[in-house]
């Protein structure tokens, strides 16, 4: 297992995540939890997870700062941060952040809302001058993230959920197969109980609603 890279995933409690993405039943906010440590267990890296309880005290980016560090606090030189809103993420994306970490300041996995939902930070860089300048729930934070950094890399632009809705109109960028047929699966057995039609394999991303960056993180 590789030490000097840790991954940090952060989620909401799945009450709060449900009620602010609008999901009209926990089991989905179940199923994207359950399928996010199921991958992240996959890549061999340290994982560190949070759960953000929204202190409207503290603001997005201080919460943020304050996660991070946290996380280099224990000695490791990289952090990857990861949310559980990704249903096209698999183990690949991150362990390619994890390689570009290597040879790259900061690592973006962009995703299609001007966000990102994945950011492999170098102890560097980090900084709480730079995590409080993250403009947050923009379509600005992944350009801003990567201002002024010398060396950033990117990874593949992928799709996000932030409601019910979505999940049935992703409709430009075709998932994995095996991710197709596990999601559908999953969501057709709710679907009696949903607000909108049986899903099917021609799922792909279309223009939000609304703008998001990755979560909030938890206070310490």
């Known amino acids: 297992m590789q ?12 009450a709060s995540e449900q009620s602010i993405k609008s999901f009209s039943n926990k089991a989905i906010v179940s199923y994207f939890n359950l399928r996010t440590k199921r991958l992240l267990a996959k890549t061999n890296l340290p994982v ?48 390619e952040a994890s390689n570009l970490l290597n040879s790259n300041q900061l690592v973006i996995g962009p995703d299609q809302r001007g966000g990102a939902y994945l950011l492999g930070i170098s102890r560097s860089i980090f900084n709480r001058k730079w995590a409080l300048a993250l403009p947050w729930h923009s379509d600005q934070f992944a350009s801003q993230a990567a201002n002024s950094i010398q060396s950033v890399a ?15 109109s992703l409709s430009k960028e075709t998932f994995r197969k095996h991710l197709v047929r ?24 279309t223009s939000p609603k609304s703008l998001r960056a990755p979560p909030a993180l938890i206070q310490f």
């Open 154 to 168: 990117y990874l593949t632009t992928l799709c996000d959920v932030n409601a019910h809705d979505e999940l049935a």
């Open 48 to 95: 560190i997870e949070y759960l953000d309880k929204d202190n409207p005290a503290i603001s997005v980016q201080e919460r943020f700062y304050q996660a991070v560090k946290n996380v280099f606090d224990k000695g490791f030189q990289n952090v990857i941060v990861v949310g559980n809103d990704c249903p096209q993420l698999t183990t690949s994306e991150v362990q």
């Open 182 to 205: 596990q999601l559908i699966a999953f969501i057709n057995n709710l679907v009696s109980e949903l607000s909108f039609p049986k899903l099917t394999k021609s799922l792909l991303c």
């Open 3 to 14: 030490k000097d890279t840790a991954i940090l995933l952060f989620r909401r409690v799945e």
